[in-house]
């Protein structure tokens, strides 16, 4: 399975990775992106199954990564990994198209709950 | 005006989307426990006093209420935060791979605190460099200890 991990801050896409890596989805390839723009080159070059995404990045944020993947008929699972905890953010997230949002902090266990019911 | 949303004297049991000592102490405790593996002692200590070499991380929110959050902290327990997050050795690591560390736990905090704000607001990007002696005066402030060592949070409404 390949997984993009998108988000401005190279730590967090260490940790995301890492924490990816004590959840029980098994093996990946990560593939990284520092915000949408960047991201959505990857998507169109590598075709990762699953996209985790930053809410809050410089050149494309995260929802604009989103309806941009959506407009283009891409239905690539796409969760989002961010601070941002309101529920209009949540409400937004799901309405343009994501599969979830976990809020950071987070665990492995709160990613494992958010992947379960699209990876299984 | 509106109303502040941050007074440390409130507690979130009045059912006001309040921000409040404990919340933060909740926030600051959950990134560094639960997601960084870091020991810290939860209970606020007497403020820190700003030293001109620590490094201030901050991040706005902005909409009909306008505050910003603060973090400063030594370079040492920034280069801690950092090693954590990139799993790396603290002599392996770069001053932006310290600064960027740093201005993710200030994103966190700042992105929890939004969601705790009851208004429709946004939130810039983390801005991180060194002090320089500046400091606000914030209506929280509260400093707690990152493996034994001072981190002060401070939360400006305006």
Do not use: H
């Amino acid at each position: 399975m390949k997984i993009l991990i998108v988000d401005d801050s190279k730590a967090m896409r260490m940790i995301v990775m890492r924490t990816l890596k004590k959840t029980e989805i098994g093996s990946f390839t990560s593939l990284e992106a520092s915000n949408g723009k960047e991201a959505l080159e990857v998507i169109a070059n590598e075709s990762p199954d699953l996209v985790l995404s930053d809410w809050n990045m410089p050149e494309m944020k995260g929802i604009d990564l989103l309806r941009k993947v959506r407009e283009s008929g891409n239905s690539v699972r796409f969760g989002f990994i961010t601070s941002e905890s309101s529920t209009e953010t949540r409400e937004l997230a799901i309405e343009t198209g994501a599969n979830f949002l976990v809020t950071k902090p987070f665990t492995a266990d709160s990613i494992q709950v958010a992947l379960d019911p699209i990876l299984s | 005006m509106p109303q502040s949303a941050i007074d440390p004297q409130v507690a979130e049991s009045s059912g006001q989307y309040t921000i409040t000592i404990d919340c933060v102490t909740e926030m600051v405790n959950d990134l560094f426990t639960s997601m960084l593996g870091m020991n810290i002692d939860p209970t606020p200590i007497q403020a820190n006093k700003i030293r001109f070499d620590d490094l201030l991380a901050s991040i706005q929110i902005t909409g009909d209420q306008q505050t910003s959050v603060f973090i400063f902290t030594s370079v040492d327990v920034a280069k801690s935060i950092a090693s954590a997050m990139f799993g790396a050795a603290l002599d392996e690591l770069e001053t932006s791979e310290v600064f960027d560390a740093l201005g993710e736990v200030v994103n966190v905090i700042g992105g929890n605190i939004k969601g705790v704000l009851n208004e429709e607001c946004a939130l810039s990007l983390p801005c991180v460099g060194p002090s320089e002696g500046i400091c606000p005066s914030g209506v929280l402030e509260v400093t707690y200890q990152i493996d034994g060592r001072p981190l002060t949070v401070i939360v400006v409404d305006r």
